[in-house]
């Protein structure tokens, strides 16, 4: 049974961190390079972050040098550390793997205020 649960999202101001994780089910985390999507209000759902089987990463431009993608295989959980928020990272957040399966969780809602 495929299984995507997010946390750790919430309010917070510009300029502080939040840490999310996801847990997934065993059969999707095992086999594939898993990401972090976000989707801000009334626009489209974007990858941001992503983790390779070997641990190799690579960000979105506009997360560079302030998101930290990680993941525990021993734990099927991955998580991204969020750090100098801004205002424009306000979006409810998503795992998934890469390429993203047909089925999404409930996502994060973050929200960062000026």
């Known amino acids: 049974q495929v299984q995507l649960v997010e946390s750790g999202g919430g309010l917070v101001q510009a300029g502080e961190s939040l840490r999310l994780s996801c847990t997934a089910s065993k059969s999707i985390f095992s086999i594939r390079t898993m990401g972090w999507y976000r989707q801000p209000p009334g626009k489209q759902r974007e990858l941001v972050a992503q983790?390779?089987?070997?641990?190799?990463?690579n960000y979105a431009d506009s997360v560079k040098g302030r998101f930290t993608i990680s993941r525990d295989n021993a734990k099927n959980t991955i998580y991204l550390q969020m750090n100098s928020l801004k205002p424009e990272d306000t979006a409810v957040y998503y795992c998934?793997?890469?390429?993203?399966?047909?089925?999404w969780g409930q996502g994060t809602q973050v929200t960062v205020s000026a």
């Open positions: 983790i390779f089987s070997r641990d190799t990463t």
């Open positions: 998934n793997s890469v390429p993203y399966l047909s089925y």
